[in-house]
């Protein structure tokens, strides 16, 4: 088997003002290139600390994170930067599009921002909107599409560099159930096309049942040995593992 893309160990996080309050404790995780793994838990749980840490919005209290092989906390900000836009996209709960731009733009945005000449990348992008059934949106600005158009300009831009890794926060938190299920087959969609890592935390156990291999999350704390995987992986069984673990 490969490297993993990406490895955590014994994170842990708490807040300056309150260091005896960890919100995450001594979680490790690894993600394998190709492989889709999904971390179910409750509101509070510390799932989107756990993706700040991973992403490295945020530094961990302890533990390191190494990504594509490399420690992400060790370097100084600006080579920190630079791994982070090789490695990683990220897809919010919210969207997070730019009202004023239209779809196309948001899309291309973060090529932009890292200095990268999108007429450099047409076929790549062309391939992404094709991939996310976005074409006919390119014109449009992101108020009057639905919930779920709106999670599919999302993606696309988390792909606009080909990132290796897809972090993902509660991704179909705002979608209808139907547009939320769409979104998670769209995801497996973009691993199979690019054989990308996907990590996608959530609350929702149909959602985590896309993943190769669910982790579960309970008061910051992660016992791989609660994990499921394998061929009886499905929403009944995510199911029953919470209420085994009373969650
Ligand atoms: N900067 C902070 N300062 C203090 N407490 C924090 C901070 N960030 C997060 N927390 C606390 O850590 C806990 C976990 O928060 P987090 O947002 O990671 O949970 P979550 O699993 O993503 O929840 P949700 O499903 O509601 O999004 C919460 O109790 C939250 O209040
Ligand atoms: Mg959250």
Known sequence: MDAPILTATSLSWA????????????????LEPGEF????????????????????LEEPTQGTVLLGGEDLFAKGTR???LLRRRFLGYVF???????????RENIVLPLLIAGKDPGLYLQEIKEV?????????????PHGLSGGEMQRVGIARALA???????????TGNLSTKAGEETMQFFSRVRDRYGLSILLVTHNPRDAAFGDRVLFLRD????????????????????????????
């Open 161 to 171: 560099q080909r990132p290796p890794v897809l972090l993902c926060d509660e991704p």
């Open 37 to 56: 793994v999904t971390v179910m838990g409750p509101s509070g749980s510390g799932k989107t600390t756990l993706l700040h840490l991973l992403g490295g």
């Open 79 to 81: 080579r920190r930067t």
């Open 93 to 103: 709960q919210f969207f997070q599009l730019l009202p004023d731009l239209t779809v």
């Open 15 to 30: 807040p300056q003002d309150s260091p005896e309050r960890l919100v995450l404790a001594e979680v490790s995780l690894s």
């Open 129 to 141: 909107v094709d991939v996310l059934d976005l074409a006919h949106l390119l014109d449009r600005q």
């Open 220 to 247: 910051g704390r992660l016992d791989p040995s609660h994990s499921l995987t394998g061929p009886g992986l499905n929403a009944a069984a995510v199911f029953s593992r919470l209420e085994e673990l009373s969650i």
